[in-house]
């Protein structure tokens, strides 16, 4: 009994590590996507200030 008490323990920590690994993948492809649409935003305004202030 003391064997699989050991066992199901290693099988939970590596479940956990992977739903952990999982959850960053995916927060960092978000920040990543969030990130770009943002500097594209960004570019606009500043293309669109640009022309309105040009003569």
Not at 20 to 40: C, F, P, Q, R, Y
Request: no cysteine; hydrophobic share 55%; glycine share 8%.
């Amino acid at each position: 009994m003391k064997y699989q008490h050991g066992v199901t323990s290693i099988e939970y920590t590596l479940l956990a590590t992977l739903i952990a690994i999982a959850i960053i993948v995916g927060v960092k492809a978000t920040g990543e996507a969030n990130a770009l649409s943002w500097a594209d935003w960004t570019g606009r305004v500043i293309a669109a200030v640009k022309s309105a202030l040009s003569p």
